[in-house]
């Protein structure tokens, strides 16, 4: 069965200093501040009123998905609670807090909040960030898992994904119509592992990677190519450990195309051989 989902709607990561966060958020990565009160800031990366959302409310990590239609959260509530995770019909303060009209919210295997949003306020307004940095939208979202069999079952066979291609035992799921929304890496830790955005071009990509390195950020990974997915990619750290990469040239879905199987070593995440501490994308 497959899921009902529209796109990839936001990501909220929890902070105990929200100043330091959105300054990263604005200053660093090139977002625009949608809104911001005492305990939550909201940043804009495309037509969505908003795409991330760091917070001092929430203590963890969450990943949202929109779906189409009122009765498919009733559907997504029933298929969760049947398969034995407890679900969480969001209040009315919770979904104004998050700008949706109705939302339920499920724990995955790793510890990240999935929450199925309807009708999430989209601000119509052009997305303008503070810097050049070329973002078009909120693209995909890395997820750290100490279990990964469970946590890919949980995204296609319990929320109805579908596995694009493995690397090694990390698995791109697709959603919508590109390669890949979420992207599961075996780990040594559970959490949100990384938050990337799509920019316009190639040229957006190097043009970031050097804004990086004279503001002495960690270029993390990258320049490089994913194999699997061709997309062009430069990541840096942000608050939380939480990995922040800019990317483009993702390819499409192709539902009919069986997965591809690519080998466990480094060159499956990046086969322009850029080089990385970070175990996820290093390979056995």
Not at 34 to 58: G, K, M, Q
Not at 224 to 231: C, I, L, V
Not at 255 to 264: I, L, S
């Amino acid at each position: 069965m497959s899921g009902p989902y529209r796109d990839l709607r936001y990501v909220r990561l929890a902070t105990d200093n929200l100043k330091k966060a959105s300054a990263f958020a604005t200053e660093i990565v090139g977002l625009q501040e949608f809104a911001r009160d005492e305990e939550r800031a909201y940043f804009r990366s495309d037509a969505r009123a908003y795409s991330l959302c760091f917070s001092a409310a929430e203590k963890g990590d969450a990943v949202a998905l929109t779906v189409a239609r009122d009765e498919d959260l009733t559907a997504m509530a029933e298929r969760l609670r049947g398969e034995g995770f407890a679900v969480t019909a969001l209040d009315e303060t919770a979904c104004a807090a998050r700008k949706i009209k109705k939302g339920i919210a499920a724990t995955a295997p790793n510890g990240v909040t999935v929450e199925l949003v309807w009708r999430p306020l989209t601000s119509g307004w052009r997305y303008h960030g503070p810097r050049d940095a070329g973002i078009t939208e909120i693209s995909s979202v890395s997820l750290a898992c100490t279990d990964i069999a469970a946590n890919e079952d949980f995204w296609t066979r319990v929320l109805g994904g579908a596995v694009s291609d493995w690397a090694g035992d990390a698995s791109y799921i697709r959603i919508d119509g590109a390669h890949h929304r979420i992207a599961l890496y075996p780990s040594a830790r559970d959490g949100i592992l990384g938050v990337d955005f799509a920019v316009e071009s190639i040229n957006n990509v190097m043009q970031n990677h050097y804004f990086l390195q004279a503001r002495q950020m960690p270029v993390v990974h990258g320049p490089g190519r994913q194999p699997a997915s061709e997309k062009i990619f430069v990541a840096t750290r942000g608050p939380g450990d939480v990995l922040f990469s800019y990317s483009t040239g993702m390819s499409e879905a192709e539902p009919e195309r069986t997965p591809r199987q690519f080998p466990d070593t480094a060159l499956s995440h990046c086969a322009w051989g850029s080089p990385t501490n970070e175990p996820e994308f290093s390979g056995a």
